[in-house]
Nanobody, 128 residues
Framework: QVQLVESGGGLVQAGGSLRLSCAASGRTFSNDAMGWFRQAPGKEREFVATNNWSGGIRYYADSVKGRFTISRDNAKNTLYLQMNSLKPEDTAVYYC?????????????????????WGQGTQVTVSS
């Protein structure tokens, strides 16, 4: 059974940092793009960051650029999101996802509809 399990969420004050992890099991995603998305109450799921299979190509939403860093450890089948300078508007459930369409590609999609596997999400709450 393929699973993506996020961890590392929590409550943090504005300006603080959190590091999210996404551990994959059931199959390797070392050849696939993987990304992070988030969904705040009453809003649609939105793109946060993604990277290609090697991690050498990374894309970020404008709202998090310069504050968040996506990375991956393919040997551990794990994806990370380092979040710094957090703001109250970053409050949301954060999801990791894997897209098997772009096998060993230099491309990674920001469209959540392109992603095939999803985790259950981890809550991030930033207080002002």
């Amino acid at each position: 059974q393929v699973q993506l399990v996020e961890s590392g969420g929590g409550l943090v004050q504005a300006g603080g940092s959190l590091r999210l992890s996404c551990a994959a099991s059931g199959r390797t995603f070392s050849n696939d793009a993987m990304g992070w998305f988030r969904q705040a109450p009453g809003k649609e799921r939105e793109f946060v960051a993604t990277n290609n299979w090697s991690g050498g190509i990374r894309y970020y939403a404008d709202s998090v650029k310069g504050r968040f860093t996506i990375s991956r450890d393919n040997a551990k089948n794990t994806l990370y999101l380092q979040m710094n300078s957090l703001k109250p508007e970053d409050t949301a459930v954060y999801y990791c996802a894997a897209d098997e369409t772009y096998y060993r590609s230099s491309y990674a999609s920001s469209n959540p509809n392109d992603y095939d596997y999803w985790g259950q999400g981890t809550q991030v709450t930033v207080s002002s």
